[in-house]
């Protein structure tokens, strides 16, 4: 038997392993009375977690850049659902979907913010800050600064990180440089998006010890999606390459984020960083709570500048 081929057999304590797909870690659930928000349902792993979320009966509250798009993948799953248009890089935006949210007087059981955009080839900006840095991690945080109140005493928060936080420049996040300005690499700003979702999650189960909320994060695997749009060709080149190497598909991709935000045994799982559905160890300073605790200040500063 081949290496991979082993890597892919491989079940861990939680029973559930690399080939383990959403429908797996969810099987024989009934999320009946269930509110389930999930960032960025038109595409990819948030949209394989909104089908197999809503199969199993939850009502998945979807976001995506706009409503109409949103609400059409939504349709699809031929269940009752909330489409909300949320442009993570537009505070405006992000701001209105967390009211609107909050509005539809449902607690949210589980929040999933898995949206994400990956290695712009060059720096981009938005508000003056680094586009991935303000999307991936700014987006996230200011909407669930929208949403504690939302959160249902057990509620469940799921970051979708990467393993390419490991990726990100030495001591995790360059707080002098998040306007990218002082220097940019496609990669290390994913990575450093990625270990700030990593830290944001760290951070906000600190904050949640005690309440019976939990936060973690996870790295979902590699998979080929419309992740990969911003790549020039040879980095697509690379991308495609690692994926065929290690491809998960989509169902499989979906598992890790729905084995977190359901699945019984995770209940009370507060703080860990999980890979195959299962805690796995994350770049020592994604695991920091100094400058997790100075990414939340930093983060509630930039989040001010947006009332
Ligand atoms: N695929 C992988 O191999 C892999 C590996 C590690 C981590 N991840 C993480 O997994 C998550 C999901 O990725 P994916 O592979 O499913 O990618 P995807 O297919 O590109 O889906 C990303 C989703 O995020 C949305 N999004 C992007 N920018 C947004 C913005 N500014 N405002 C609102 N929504 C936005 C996209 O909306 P549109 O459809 O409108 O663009 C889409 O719904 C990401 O956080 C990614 O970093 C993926």
Redesign the pocket.
Known sequence: MSLMALIKGTKGPSGFGYASTAEHVTAGLDLTGKSILI?????????ESARVLAMRGAHVIG???SAE?TRGVLARFGADTTAVA????EPASVRQAASEIANLGRPLDAVIF?????ALPKLQQKYGYELQFF??HM?HFMLMQGLMGALAPGGRVVV?????HMGAPKGGIQFDNLSGERGYGAWSAYGQA?IANLLFAKELARRFEGTGRTANSL?????I???G?HLNPVMKFGFGVA?VVMCKDVHQ?AATECYLAVNPDAAGVNGQYFDDCNVARPRVDGTDAETARRLWDASEEIAARFP
């Open positions: 960032t960025g349902v038109t595409s990819g792993l948030g949209r976001t995506g850049r798009a949320c442009e993570l890089s898995n949206a994400g955009i990956m999307t991936n987006g979708v990180s990467s393993t390419a990625k790295h979902p695997g590699v998979i999606t419309n992740l749009r994926s991709g």
